[in-house]
């Protein structure tokens, strides 16, 4: 390898660090609480990856983090003695960004392009390592990897390229040395390289974390006269002092501790910038003893529909660090949901294959997964405002789990909303639909298609608005596949408009003299038609399986309708479209 390579960044990369460098986001503070956000995340996988493979020459000992703020040079210098990076990992982690976001990201990128919407942008989308151009205009990185002999060094003004160069005599873990940019605080631009402000935002933005942050604070002392009547002097001491009070916060009881706690935790865990919408505390004891803090997030994360979509639900066993993202504790479609799970009677050993098979951890995941549906449910009831904000970001994630999760069916069907035909812009809860059922109906109308636009402009609906009948409009991809499962709410069946025979002349009310006569009626229009009936059938042929009378149709004069066990067009094509 030569000595220096210089290489450029991707685009969006480049974008993004422009942003950055232009100072678009207000929260400048934010760039210490990712540093030492990452610091930490080095600490625990070093710890972890010792104790698994005694081998690996990683030296434990003392692992913290440590600020070294020089105020005449205008550096601040992160540093850990954590997991650090080989050099392809520098390449890989600090040289890309975004990997599952970044078409998405572009796209809003240039959407964002100068416009007053970055802000939100950014704090959406949670910018990790690059936050440090907010307040850098320079940035050097120093990185061995434990149990690697040759470490790494990486640089940047934040422009549009960056050097890698291999360099001997580094120690184990990474070290970040920011280049402060002049103090501004008008642009929130503080003072990085003072030892108070230093403190002050290690205590806001990161106390909870478990390693201690250090920094050496020199001190100065009056020192008592030897003997009476002496002079007081003082001298200078150099102390090393930790800036945190390293307390987990789900240990601790929920009236102890501040929102603003609870957010910050949040972000370092979800690695996102945005508020936590809900935040679920949970101390089982008894058979199995476990702590769990979970989060709702309030802005749906961008690779929420790619599988690959990372920071969920992260696994300690007694405060240990096990793993990020255990796909064991949350169902699929509650992967939006982020924390941390303590369990008491893991073995720090403990494999993903291990966790698939333990009760444990499927009894955790049972009762987790009622937690949050009912957190959900609350909040309906508690902060309708915000439980609308919840359900319109991840809504269409939760209905999946009424097709992957039958045990909660119910449960779920009580937090879902739906588009009806009630509201042109309010959503309904199955609740109210019931409520307002007329006598007589006993069944939940729905009709399925690609838009609400377009579902209300099936002829399917002309009978029943008509007739004055509610119908849920479903629109979403997903809404085929539960609806198709043959679901209830508290009893009431759902019911296609598009298919098998809905009988719209309410009988109800009706005395049993009128309902013969609405029959023989029929009777005699079937009559009437018939020619017509079978002259269509046969000339349709093969397309239809048979051509019968309606009552569903006011304007339109003709409409298909499926077979009442049939696939819907939609789902038909979603099956298509997914190759069955
Ligand atoms: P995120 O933390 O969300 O992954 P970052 O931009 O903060 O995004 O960091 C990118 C990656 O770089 C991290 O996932 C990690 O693999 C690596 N990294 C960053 N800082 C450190 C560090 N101090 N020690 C080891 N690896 C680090
Ligand atoms: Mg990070």
Not at 333 to 352: E, H
Not at 384 to 402: A, D, H, I, M, N
Not at 437 to 450: A, C, D, N, V
Not at 482 to 508: H, M, N, R, Y
Request: hydrophobic share 35%.
């Amino acid at each position: 390898t030569p000595p220096v390579e210089e290489r450029e960044f991707a685009a969006e990369t480049r974008q993004l660090l422009d942003l950055m460098v232009h100072s678009i986001y207000s929260n400048k503070d934010s760039f210490l609480r990712e540093l030492i956000s990452n610091a930490s995340d080095a600490l625990d996988k070093v710890r972890l990856e010792a104790y698994r493979d005694k081998d690996l020459g990683a030296d434990t000992s003392d692992l913290h983090i440590e600020l070294e703020p020089d105020t005449d040079g205008r550096t601040l210098t992160l540093r850990d003695n954590g997991i650090g990076m080989s050099r392809d990992e520098v390449v890989d982690l600090i040289g890309t960004v975004a990997k599952s976001g970044t078409g998405e990201l572009r796209r809003k990128l240039a959407e964002a392009k100068d416009a007053a919407g970055s802000p939100d942008l950014i704090g959406q989308f949670g910018i990790g390592f690059y936050s440090t151009f907010m307040v850098a205009d320079k940035v050097t990185l120093l990185t061995r990897k434990a149990g690697e002999a040759t470490g790494t060094r990486w640089e940047s003004d934040g422009g549009g390229s960056y050097t890698v160069e291999s360099v001997p005599d580094v120690a184990q873990g990474t070290q970040v040395t920011l280049h402060l940019k002049p103090v501004d605080e008008e642009d929130n631009l503080h003072d990085y390289a003072d030892p108070a402000t230093l403190r002050s935002l290690v205590k806001k933005y990161s106390d909870f974390i478990s390693w201690p942050i250090r920094m050496e604070v020199t001190r100065t002392r009056t020192v008592e006269p030897a003997e009476e009547g002496g002079e007081e002097t003082t001298e200078t001491v150099v102390e090393t002092d930790t800036l945190n009070s390293m307390k987990a916060l789900w240990a601790r009881p929920r009236d102890e501790v501040s929102d603003e706690e609870y957010a910050e935790f949040y972000r370092h865990v979800s690695h996102a910038w945005d508020e936590p919408a809900e935040v679920i505390s949970v101390n089982a004891e008894g058979t199995f003893e476990y702590q769990a803090l979970l989060f709702i997030p309030s802005q749906a994360p961008f690779d929420l529909f790619m599988r690959d979509s990372r920071h969920g639900v992260q696994l300690y066993v007694k405060r240990v660090f096990i793993m990020d993202d255990c796909d064991e504790l949350m169902p699929e479609y509650l992967r939006f949901v982020k924390g941390v799970v303590d369990a008491a009677d893991l073995s720090l050993n403990v494999s993903r294959e291990i966790l698939q098979q333990d009760r444990q951890i499927r009894a955790i995941r049972r009762r987790l997964t009622k937690k949050v549906i009912s957190a959900i449910k609350d909040l309906r009831g508690s902060d309708p405002e915000k439980y609308l904000s919840v359900w319109t970001q991840f809504g269409r994630v939760l209905k999946e789990g009424l097709v992957s999760d039958p045990d909660n069916r119910d449960a779920l069907l009580a937090v879902a909303s739906f588009d009806t035909t009630h509201s042109a812009d309010e959503q309904t809860s199955l609740q109210d639909y019931v409520s307002r059922m007329k006598p007589g109906q006993s069944s939940i109308y729905f009709l399925t298609g690609e838009s609400r636009a377009q579902i209300e402009n099936s002829p399917h609906m002309e009978a029943f608005r008509a007739k004055g009948y509610e119908v849920l409009l479903l629109s979403d991809p997903i809404d085929e596949m539960w609806t198709s499962a043959g679901a209830d709410f508290e009893g009431t069946p759902f019911q296609s408009i598009a298919k098998g025979e809905v009988d719209l002349d309410d009988d109800a009310g009706k005395t049993d003299d009128e309902k013969k006569a609405a029959e023989q009626e029929k009777e005699e229009r079937r009559k009437e038609f018939a020619d017509l009936l079978s002259w269509l059938e046969q000339t349709l042929g093969e397309s239809v399986s048979q051509v019968r009378l309606s009552t569903r149709l006011t304007e339109s004069p003709a409409c298909v309708v499926g077979d009442t066990f049939s696939f819907s067009p939609q789902l038909e094509k979603l099956y298509r479209a997914s190759g069955q």
